[in-house]
Structures are given as C-alpha cells and as structure tokens.
C-alpha cells in the first residue's frame, strides 16, 4: 500500500463529465489498496473568469477580495469530485486549504507555504476516505483567505505530498510528459522517461509550462517524488522528475532545447570603464522592481565599454525611460534596444562531464547563418540570444544536431 498524492488540472476537470473520469481514475488506484489526496485546480477558464470579473467592478481589484473571490473555483472541483467519488461507492471528503490548514504568509496572490496540518487527512485515510484537497489556495495566520499565485494547484499537490511524506506525487495535466522541446516547434520532440529537477528548473523558466516553477523547486527541496501523466492516456507513464543524474535512465547528454520570446534586450553603450558602473547602471533598474536576466559586458577599450542585458518583454519600455533617466549621470554614449530577439537553451546535466557541447551549438547555428547576440552559460546550460524570426529554425536544427529525435 502506497500513499499517493494525485493533482490534476484545470482541462482535466473542464467538465462534470471529465471529472467523472478523474474520479474513475483515483478509484482504480484505490481499489488496488493505495491511500490517495486528490488535489484539484478550477475548472479550465475558471480562474480566468473571475479575474475579468473582478476588473469590472474594480478595475485594480483590492488583493485580499481578490483572493477570496479565485479561492472559489477550486471549493467548486473539490465538491464535485468527491461527489463523483461517492457515485462510484468510495467515501470521500472535500477540504478548502482553510480547512485543511495550509497556513501561508499573508502575500495575497502570490503567498508561500508555512506549513500543512496534516491531522485531519490522516484521520479520514486512515479512515478509508479519498482527500479531496483545493489546490492553490491556503489560509494566512489571521485567518484571511490566500492564493499561490497562478498555477499555484501544482506546489500545493507537491506540499501536501512533502507534508504527507507519499510515496509519489503525480501531477496529472493535458501533455503526457516532459519532452525533449515543444512538440509544435519539432514534431520529433520526444517524451523524456526521466529528467532531473536542475534540469527541469532550467526548462521551466525557459518557457516549458508545464510545472509551475515553484512547484518543481519545492518537491527538490523536500525530495519529492514528482510524476508528470497525461490525464488523457491510461497507457502513459509520464515523466518522471529524478534527483541523481544516476537515475537517469536515458544516457544522452543533453536532454532538451528550451526557448522563449519572453525578452528584450538593452545596450548602454560607450560607458566610463571604471569601478561602480555596473551598479549604476542595474541599480536603478533593480530599485524600478525589473528583473534582469543576462548580463554582458564588454572589455573596455579608449576607456569606456558596452554594457547589455535582458529583461522581461512587458518592462522593456520601463527600462528603457529609467535608463534615459540615469543616461547623463553615467556617462554613457548612447542608450539602445531590441525587443525582437529569443532566447534559446541546450539543458543537460550531462554537460559536466562532456566537453563540445558549446562548439556543436555555435557550428549549427552559423551553418544556418544565424546570428549569435549574446550568450550565457551556467553548468547544465549554454542560452544564446538571436533574432526572434530565426527562433524556431534554431531550435529544430539543434533538437536534430544533439541526436534528440532518436529514441
Ligand atoms: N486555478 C488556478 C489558476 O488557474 C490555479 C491552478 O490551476 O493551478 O491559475
Ligand atoms: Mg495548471
């Protein structure tokens, strides 16, 4: 008997019917003797729905309400599936994150987990019933509703299963897997059996959606078991989310390509080269509140050099004026941008014990006549920064030069 923690998504609960179908699916495993937590996000389009709602009665919706209003999608699945549960002769039970007690801080719309009581699910597994817990959402020391930000249902599943101690924690979703990049951008994009957290940090923040970031830094840190399934498929055995590059079941040394159009990029150019200037540059755009991600400088040369870095698309132009702002104070020539550009990553962990892999991705992409613009590496990743219309064609040429097609 295993104690099994199950999340499933806003599609595979989209309607009365496919939430019957979950609930078929949790009785097949507990009918084979496991304990199973069911926790579930809204109904697809759901969240969405209250959100517009809100903005039309309060156009910049006070944070508190907001949370109160959204936690009400997910207490709408939890009824519904434990009822479908009843309807097939299982006993079950529907908790809020309230009533659970996932206690959270008090960041409203984006709050973090302090901790899980774990009583009262304990109580009823033990007492035969399936744990129906809404995702997202938890209650704060003074009581007042909170969310976990969007897609949060994912890191409470891989809360409850760290707070549980499950045996696994499978994250059931549309795709059946993590794969080796976007099938939509490469048809031959397969489905990896295993793939590591570091990796898959590195995926997840590279635009493959398909964990909450949060969640997969959660379940490495309390070394949770973590499954990816298609709720779709009963065939699947998803991906499963492995901690030792020695559970890797696959030898290959990179494991996918990651992209995103997410970026633009700012050049201050004909800087004092000199100490300091790099803070008075960052300094600013930090204190405006804007992430930066790559950073390049240039050696200096005649005693000033080029300074570029890259931010979110949606602050580019907020960038920009805060750097106009500080222009004449650095001292720099000329303040440029580009918001036209992609971001495109070769991960794998086997990058460590294998040289190359950065002259394989530079020979490819200069035989295609791409243009490198910037580039950054850490030690399970090598991103280069091109020109957003040669995006997808970078990243089908490497999925094919790194042999990622093949089996
Ligand atoms: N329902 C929430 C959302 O749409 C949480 C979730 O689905 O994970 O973001
Ligand atoms: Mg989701």
């Known amino acids: 008997m295993a104690l099994i923690v199950q999340k499933y998504g806003g599609t595979s609960v989209g309607t009365p019917e496919r939430i019957k179908n979950v609930a078929q699916r949790v009785a097949k495993f507990k009918m084979l003797g496991h304990q199973v937590v069911v926790v579930v996000s809204a109904m697809s389009g759901e969240t969405n729905r209250l959100v517009a709602l809100a903005k039309e009665v309060q156009p910049n919706p006070d944070l508190r309400e907001m949370d109160v209003l959204l936690s009400t999608g997910e207490q709408v699945t939890i009824a519904l599936l434990s009822m479908a549960l009843m309807e097939l002769g299982l006993k079950a039970r529907s908790y809020t994150g309230a009533q659970v007690k996932i206690v959270t801080d008090s960041a409203f719309s984006k709050a973090r987990i302090l901790d899980i009581e774990e009583r009262n699910m304990r109580a009823d597994l033990d007492a035969g019933h399936v744990v129906v817990v809404a995702g997202f959402q938890g209650v704060d020391e003074k009581g007042n509703i909170t969310t ?64 909450q970031i949060r969640s997969v830094e959660f379940a490495g840190k309390y070394k949770v078991k973590l499954r990816v399934l298609s709720s779709f498929d009963d065939e699947g055995e998803g991906t499963l989310i492995t901690f030792e590059e ?85 001292g720099a020539r000329e303040i440029t941008g580009d918001d036209r550009i992609a971001k495109v990553s070769v991960v794998g962990v086997g990058m460590r014990s294998h040289a190359g892999i950065a002259s394989t991705m530079f020979r490819t992409l200069a035989e295609e006549g791409i243009n490198i613009q910037m580039i950054s590496t850490s030690e399970i990743k090598i991103s280069v920064v091109i020109n957003e219309k040669y995006m997808e064609l970078a990243v089908r040429v490497l999925h094919k030069a790194f042999g990622l097609e093949e089996a």
């Open 246 to 330: 020695e559970d890797r079941m696959e030898q290959a040394i990179i494991s996918g390509i990651a992209f995103n159009r997410d970026e633009a990029k700012i050049t201050v150019l004909g800087v004092p080269d000199r100490p300091g200037i790099a803070y008075q540059i960052l300094g600013p755009v930090g204190d405006a509140n804007i992430d930066v991600d790559m950073i390049i400088q240039n050696v200096g040369a005649d005693g000033t050099t080029d300074f570029t870095f890259t931010v979110h698309r949606n602050e580019y132009k907020k960038a920009l004026e805060v750097l106009k702002g500080v222009q004449a104070h650095i």
């Open 148 to 211: 976990l930000g969007r897609g949060g249902s994912d890191t409470t599943g891989v809360a409850l299963a760290a707070a549980l101690k499950a045996d696994e924690c499978q994250i059931y979703t549309d795709v059946d897997g993590v794969y080796t990049t976007d099938p939509r951008v490469v048809p031959e994009a397969r489905r990896l059996k295993t793939v590591t957290f570091e990796e898959m940090l590195e995926m997840a923040s590279l635009g493959s959606k398909v964990l």
